[in-house]
């Protein structure tokens, strides 16, 4: 997965609260039922959100909008069940534009019926594994099923297919298999490893159940990454437990049918998203002249910083003026973003409580700018 950014910052003396990502909602499509009919209207209607066509190009591309893996041309053997699939065979062997990584051992595609060397028609839906799971599992399209082993957890980053160029999408959606309670789940995250949703999947207790969750957003955010979450259990190549449904008090092991994703596009060189992790908003007169306002600014990528702290009041007089600059610095290239403002004596001399902003320009190595303000209350009381 790529490195994402951490965004934070404190004010001195001051508690600091983590915000949550601000961002449109996601339009969500989702259904779960005992069929591959139960969900066919939810994600027809998430193919819409996408757009593209109807007919599949090569590497399952619709109109170089939308792209979709359904498994099932996964060369048998090498690369489905007894072989372990590559992370990157779908930017490689089959360039759709996806990496797969996790904390687990490695991704298994099942086996099908047509296997010249597995005849038994019956070690399909990962039955190699364990007897119970082609009564556990269904499937949405033909036969072969996609799951991590060794974890319950999948992360799947975008990229230009065909390339190693970091790309976004406009959405993400995933049939999932056997959900029988809640634990499954999608999760969001844009170029900077921020959260812009995380969505639980809807269940339906029973074996061979089907259920789909896929989200586009467009309000402007773009999908870097995503993380699924597969149920409460995992596959292991040797001592696979049975699903909860054969059971009770073992964990719901799910696994996961088709992908759907828009087009991968290369990420644009755009200005650097900045942000405070906690948002200085309050100090008082007396910590401000004693210790200065101290914070932190991280950045999507590598950049110069030039922060400054005004008195922006205009009816207060601070210092003699209705609007003073109280204190400014500067942080070249490679700096950790964290800074203090503190400033002269003789400006807060006879201050009264007043409003500040800080003042954040940030230049990348391209030369684009980035520009965050942040209001700041002083007072005269904790």
Not at 85 to 100: D, E, K, Q, T
């Amino acid at each position: 997965m790529r490195k994402h950014v951490v965004v934070a910052g404190v004010v001195a003396a001051l508690a600091a609260t983590v915000p949550t990502a601000a961002t449109a909602a996601p339009v969500v499509r989702q259904a779960s039922g005992a069929d591959a009919e139960s969900i066919t209207a939810a994600l027809d209607a998430f193919r819409t959100d996408l757009g593209g066509g109807t007919t599949a190009g090569a590497n399952g591309s619709f109109g170089d909008v939308r792209r979709e893996i359904n498994w099932d041309g996964t060369p048998d053997n090498t690369f489905s069940d007894p072989g372990l699939l590559p992370a990157n065979f779908f930017n490689a062997n089959s360039p759709r534009g996806v990496l797969f990584s996790g904390p687990g051992t490695g991704f298994l595609v099942s086996a099908d019926d047509n296997n010249p060397a597995d005849p038994d028609p019956d070690l399909v839906e990962y039955s190699s594994l364990n007897a119970t799971y082609d009564e556990a599992f269904g499937v949405f399209s033909a036969q072969k099923l996609f799951a991590p082993v060794g974890s319950n957890i999948v992360d799947v980053d975008f990229v230009v297919a065909g390339s190693e160029t970091p790309a976004t999408t406009s959405g993400f959606g995933a049939v999932f298999t056997d959900v029988d309670g809640v634990g499954s789940s999608i999760e969001f995250l844009d170029a900077r490893g921020v959260s812009l949703a995380n969505l639980p999947v809807p269940a339906t207790p029973g074996n061979e159940s089907l259920s789909f969750l896929g989200a586009t957003f467009d309000a402007g955010e773009r999908v870097a990454s995503v993380r699924i979450t597969l149920g409460t259990g995992q596959l292991a190549l040797s001592g696979s437990l049975n699903d909860v449904t054969q059971s009770a008090g073992n964990p719901d092991v799910v696994v996961l049918d088709d992908f759907l994703y828009g087009e991968p596009q290369p990420i644009a060189d755009e200005p650097s998203a900045l942000d405070f992790l906690g948002e200085p908003k309050k100090i008082t007169l007396d910590a401000l002249g004693k210790k200065g306002i101290s914070f932190q600014v991280h950045s999507s990528e590598d950049v110069s910083i030039e922060a400054s702290l005004l008195g922006t009041a205009k009816r207060i007089k601070l210092g003699g003026k209705a609007n003073v600059l109280l204190a400014e610095k500067s942080l070249g290239f490679g700096s950790d973003g964290k800074l203090t403002l503190k400033p002269k004596a003789k400006l807060l001399r006879g201050a009264k409580p007043f409003k500040a902003e800080l003042r954040v320009v940030a230049t990348d190595r391209s030369g684009n700018t980035s520009k965050l303000n942040q209001g700041v209350k002083v007072t005269d009381k904790k």
